[in-house]
């Protein structure tokens, strides 16, 4: 997949003019992306909303859903079971008494 990658990135930069091609890392901010739109550079701080301390928070919150949602819907189901269930017994016998 890497030698695809970098067969692309060799085609592309091969292909088009420099003038027309920005070669851009994330980590560079505003100031390069800017300059080659021809745009101003926003007052706003570049976001960085991709930081590992927030993949790390967001990750655990996904792992404690998987683990507690079951658990969520057992406890919400064990009164149907607990009261019906002995209920559904009785029927069941009145049904082979018959």
Known sequence: ????YRRHVEQVTSTIPPSQLLIWDVKEGWEPLCRFLGHPVPAVPFPHVNDAAALKVALGAVRWMTILWPLVAILA??????????????????FKSA
Do not use: E
């Open 1 to 4: 997949m890497k030698a695809g």
């Open 77 to 94: 189901l064990f009164p149907v079971f607990f009261c019906c269930g002995p209920l559904l017994a009785r029927r069941k016998s009145s």
